[in-house]
C-alpha cells in the first residue's frame, strides 16, 4: 500500500463522510487561490507562490480521494 493511500483510508475512517462532503475551503482561501491562479496566467509566479498553489493542489486531490474513499468505505460509491 502505498503511503498516500494509507493516509487517505485512515483520514476516512476518522472523519465522518457528512463532515468531509460538507467542508469547503473559507472565501479567503478561495481568494487566494484564484489570485495566485491568474497572476500564474498574468505575470508568472514566484517560488513561493508557486509551491503555494501546488500545496493547495496536493490538498484539494487528498479531499477529493479522501470523499471517495468514505464513500466507498460506506457501501455507497
Keep these: ?12 475512517r476518522q472523519i465522518p463522510a457528512p463532515v468531509l462532503a460538507g467542508f469547503h ?6 481568494r487566494r487561490v484564484w489570485e495566485l491562479v491568474s497572476k500564474e496566467k498574468d505575470a508568472g509566479l514566484t517560488p513561493d507562490e508557486r509551491s503555494e498553489l501546488d ?3 496536493r490538498l484539494e486531490h ?16
Design 1 to 12: 500500500m502505498r503511503a498516500a493511500d494509507e493516509v487517505v483510508e485512515f483520514l476516512a
Design 25 to 30: 475551503p473559507s472565501e479567503g482561501t478561495r
Design 55 to 57: 500545496d493547495y493542489e
Design 62 to 77: 487528498l479531499l477529493i480521494l479522501t470523499r471517495a474513499e468514505a464513500r466507498k468505505q460506506s457501501g455507497r460509491g
